[in-house]
């Protein structure tokens, strides 16, 4: 039975492609010639496509490596940011006129300064760069606003206060500057709107109109 059937199957595919065959013969070149070319253009299209998708996977692929590269140390920046903050706060904590009058306590601070300064080169290598707010107008992509200060001198919404640093990674955020702002004086210009940072922390200050500042863990992405 099972021959039976396979040679039953054999003779129809037979009968089709005779038939096929003799459908072709029947048709005029012009007809045949037309019928071809339809065909090779869509195989064209077909293989353009296919291209294209392949060309998507590799520049994806690419992407993805080099941020896995760029980013992975995210969470471990994030950490040591703090070292250079502690750094730069034990330097704070001495005056210039303590430090002319002791020279032991001038030759700790120098050395605390060079470390800062060697800290902060490697960042660079990194690409972990420190967030200019000082003076700068408030942005919730990069500042986290901790307070309002009258300052009827200056534009309303100017950072005037930096009480922590903030630093990007790449082209991302990595922590938000902790600033004071401030308030009362002429208002400034709006800023040409953009589109939020990709890393903004959605918890602000209402009164810069925005739904809240930055702070956006980068390592979630990865």
Same mark, same amino acid.
């Given at each position: 039975?099972?021959?039976?059937?396979?040679?039953?199957?054999?003779?129809?595919?037979a009968n089709t492609d005779a038939e096929a065959q003799a459908a072709e013969t029947q048709r005029?070149? &012009?007809?045949?010639?037309?019928?071809?070319?339809?065909?090779?253009?869509?195989?064209?299209?077909?293989?353009?496509?296919?291209?294209?998708?392949?060309?998507?996977?590799?520049?994806?692929?690419?992407?993805?490596?080099?941020?896995?590269?760029?980013?992975?140390?995210?969470?471990?920046?994030?950490?040591?940011?703090?070292?250079?903050?502690?750094?730069?706060?034990?330097?704070?904590?001495?005056?210039?006129?303590?430090?002319?009058?002791?020279?032991?306590?001038?030759?700790?601070?120098?050395?605390?300064?060079?470390?800062?300064?060697?800290?902060?080169?490697?960042?660079?290598?990194?690409?972990?760069?420190?967030?200019?707010?000082?003076?700068?107008?408030?942005?919730?992509?990069?500042?986290?606003?901790?307070?309002?200060?009258?300052?009827?001198?200056?534009?309303?919404?100017?950072?005037?206060?930096?009480?922590?640093?903030?630093?990007?990674?790449?082209?991302?955020?990595?922590?938000?500057?902790?600033?004071?702002?401030?308030?009362?004086?002429?208002?400034?210009?709006?800023?040409?709107?953009? &589109?939020?940072?990709?890393?903004?922390?959605?918890?602000?200050?209402?009164?810069?109109?925005?739904?809240?500042?930055?702070?956006?863990?980068?390592?979630?992405?990865?």
């Open positions: 039975m099972a021959e039976e059937r396979a040679e039953k199957i054999e003779g129809e595919a005029s070149p &012009e007809e045949r010639i037309a019928a071809l070319e339809a065909e090779v253009a869509d195989l064209k299209d077909k293989l353009l496509r296919a291209l294209a998708e392949a060309e998507n996977v590799r520049r994806r692929s690419e992407r993805q490596r080099i941020d896995a590269s760029r980013y992975a140390i995210a969470g471990f920046a994030r950490e040591v940011v703090g070292v250079a903050d502690n750094l730069n706060r034990a330097l704070a904590t001495v005056d210039a006129e303590a430090r002319a009058k002791d020279e032991k306590l001038e030759a700790l601070c120098a050395g605390v300064e060079m470390t800062e300064r060697e800290m902060l080169n490697v960042f660079e290598r990194f690409e972990v760069k420190r967030v200019e707010a000082m003076g700068k107008r408030f942005d919730h992509n990069f500042h986290e606003a901790m307070f309002e200060i009258e300052d009827a001198s200056k534009p309303a919404g100017t950072v005037i206060h930096v009480m922590e640093p903030g630093y990007t990674i790449g082209d991302r955020l990595l922590r938000p500057a902790k600033v004071g702002v401030a308030k009362g004086g002429p208002k400034a210009d709006a800023p040409p709107a953009s &589109e939020p940072h990709p890393d903004a922390n959605p918890k602000a200050a209402d009164a810069y109109g925005h739904a809240e500042p930055p702070g956006g863990k980068l390592d979630e992405e990865l």
